[in-house]
């Protein structure tokens, strides 16, 4: 006791803190003097704080107390922050038991069987160390070689639990449960007010096998948070089981498909279950042509590439795959229908023709796993960018690319339009035009849509202020924006400029691009009830506010009819590539100024 004596003379009783240091080291010498320390190696009990866990004899410091249940949870809490066992790189004991793993567990949390047996002791890994190194197998040695003792006797009965409880914790035996390890906390000293102070316990092998249970544990931790029914869910939504089981319902009907070319798929995106003929034992699935598309380049106004022999797959629910038939395709509108024959159980889903700004739609599609895509989302106000196509309306998303082709859906559950995957935001055609070119393809076996050669944006997408200000000064609210116009064409000739607006078309009021593109196929349609092929062009009428004289005209243009994509040509050298020279002029054109 001299030293502890010399290093009490030390510390000054003045701080609460320095006194606990004091009591610390003075346990500390106390106990290496006496050669008693808390939580030694004996195994009788396997609770820490119980009295046979504790050597006699005892220190005065760590008896006379009885913590309850809350304190020594508290206390294990605080004492397990301060421990990381993955931090710390600690080497079991050469004497350690081990347990034989197996094979992980799958996405539903099932664990491939494996055998519980234990293996025999290793001996050291390292050939030169003798085998007596390792205290935890000397003492379990002589354990077992003193059979006929009580103490021999004893430590089997005991440690095998003991054993067991450990590996349960943290082991991957398929039947193991999953419980966070006790720390192996002993009692410090009692504060004035009767608070017991609580830390790690000195036997290094206790705590050894503490930091492999919670490495075990972690492990085991980790790979619940990778089951389907234990991962972190993603709901930030209010829902009802009602619409729950009616998203449900309606994803019956979205499907994955892939297409491939010599072998190597070239892309995979979503389908939409529109059509079931019960009778051949067949369904049309409508998509985009994004997925037999081989060369797409950013800018929607240029020419692509289809594979339209490719072989394109079904990916069924039941994760069957049926090969599918493409029907037809529009390279304008990027819309293609499949079909798909055989024993199949499939629902469908309706288009509906009616969609409005602003409102509250939610998405459906599938990823490259065949998992459902799901997303509550609202129709924004936004016009499509230079590189976009103008028939496009836009959501917030974001989908991945293999969600081009899902379905926007009401909340009746129809379907308002089509997902394609575009940046900024989410593109979707509405299903209007996918009808309306359904409904051409089935009369006429093509499409005939009139190239106008303009980029438009909405005039009510402006802001209110400016809307008001065109209202009083020139009697328009509503319309449609010439963004930029294609090198050589009719309206370019005319004298349409950039910033004019067009108010109608056809004699009918324009106040949406969506509702122009309908006047244009209606046009079409009319010119292919003739029986007109393509080659000729069709006469359409529109009315134009040129904003820099301030005068309304009606003018009729002399247009291209055309199924393929409406190419925008930014200067006079593409038209000359593309063999567009303009040459013939408008049939008429009709004036009428107004102030």
């Known amino acids: 006791m001299a030293v502890a004596s010399q290093v009490s003379a030390l510390v000054d009783d003045r701080f609460d803190g320095v006194w606990m240091m004091k009591m610390k080291i003075l346990r500390y010498f106390h106990q290496k003097e006496k050669g008693c320390f808390l939580l030694s ?86 050939p030169g160390k003798p085998a007596a190194s ?8 002589t354990s077992e070689s003193d059979s006929g003792s009580a103490r021999g006797t004893k430590r089997k009965r005991v440690t095998e639990p003991r054993d067991r409880d450990s590996a349960g914790s943290g082991s991957d035996s398929s039947g193991s449960p999953f419980r966070r390890p006790k720390a192996p906390l002993m009692p410090i000293c009692t504060e004035e007010d009767g608070t017991v102070l609580y830390g790690f316990t000195d036997d290094q092998d206790v705590m050894d096998r503490y930091h492999d249970d919670m490495q075990k544990y972690i492990k085991k931790r980790d790979r619940h948070k990778r089951m389907l029914t234990l991962a972190p869910s993603s709901v930030t939504e209010r829902r009802t089981f009602k619409e729950t089981e009616s ?208 980029k438009l944006r909405t005039l009510a997408f402006l802001d209110i202020p400016r809307i008001e200000l065109m209202s009083r000064k020139f009697s328009i609210s509503s319309g449609l924006i010439v963004g930029e116009i294609s090198a050589k064409c009719d ?5 349409i400029r950039a910033g004019d607006i067009i108010f109608s078309c056809q004699k009918e009021r324009i106040s949406s691009i ?15 009830e003739k029986s007109n092929d393509l080659s000729s062009k069709v006469e359409v009428e529109i009315g134009v506010f040129h904003v820099r004289k301030r005068i309304q005209r009606f003018i009729t243009l002399r247009v291209e009819l055309s199924d393929h994509l409406e190419v925008f040509h930014s200067d006079d050298e593409d038209a000359k590539a593309e063999g567009s020279t303009g040459e013939e002029g ?9 102030p």
């Open 514 to 528: 969506v509702q122009l593109e309908h006047v244009l196929l209606g046009a079409g349609e009319e010119h292919l």
């Open 247 to 454: 998203v449900l319902k309606y994803a019956e009907s979205v499907l994955s498909l892939s297409a491939y070319l010599d072998g190597k798929m070239i892309n995979q995106c979503t389908g939409i279950v529109v059509e079931v003929d019960a009778f051949r034992n067949s369904a049309i699935i409508l998509t985009s042509t994004w997925l037999f598309c081989t060369k797409k380049p950013l800018d929607d106004w240029t020419k692509k590439e289809y594979a339209t022999e490719a072989k394109v797959n079904v990916h069924m629910l039941d994760d069957s795959t049926l090969e599918c038939r493409l029907m037809f395709f529009s390279e304008h509108y990027e819309i293609a229908f499949f079909e798909i024959s055989g024993d199949i159980s499939l629902k469908t889903l309706s288009l509906e023709r009616n969609v409005e700004l602003g409102q509250d739609v939610f998405l459906l599609a599938r990823d490259t796993n065949l998992n459902l895509i799901y997303k509550r989302d609202k129709v924004q106000l936004v016009d499509p960018c230079e590189h976009q196509q103008n028939h496009y309306q836009f959501l917030n998303g974001p989908i991945p690319q293999c969600g081009t082709g899902g379905g926007v859906l009401d909340a009746g559950g129809k379907i308002v339009g089509m997902l394609f995957y575009k940046l900024p935001l989410v593109a979707f055609i509405p299903s209007s035009l996918i009808l309306k070119c359904s409904t051409m393809w089935q009369h006429f076996r093509q499409l005939a849509r009139p190239q106008l050669g303009l």
């Open 134 to 141: 390792s205290p935890r197998r000397s003492m379990e040695e």
């Open 586 to 594: 408008p049939a008429a054109a009709s004036c009428e100024a107004k």
């Open 41 to 126: 190696r004996s195994r009788t009990s396997s609770h820490p704080f119980t009295s046979s866990a504790v050597a006699s004899p005892v220190p005065a410091l760590g008896q006379g107390f009885a913590p309850s249940s809350h304190q020594i949870k508290r206390s294990e809490e605080t004492a397990e922050k301060s421990l990381a066992p993955s931090s710390v790189n600690r080497s079991k004991p050469a004497g350690m038991m081990t347990e034989s793993r197996g094979r992980g567990s799958n996405l539903f949390g099932e664990v491939a069987p494996e055998s519980t047996t234990r293996s025999p002791p290793r001996l050291p890994s390292d």
């Open 491 to 495: 309206a370019e000739k005319l004298g």
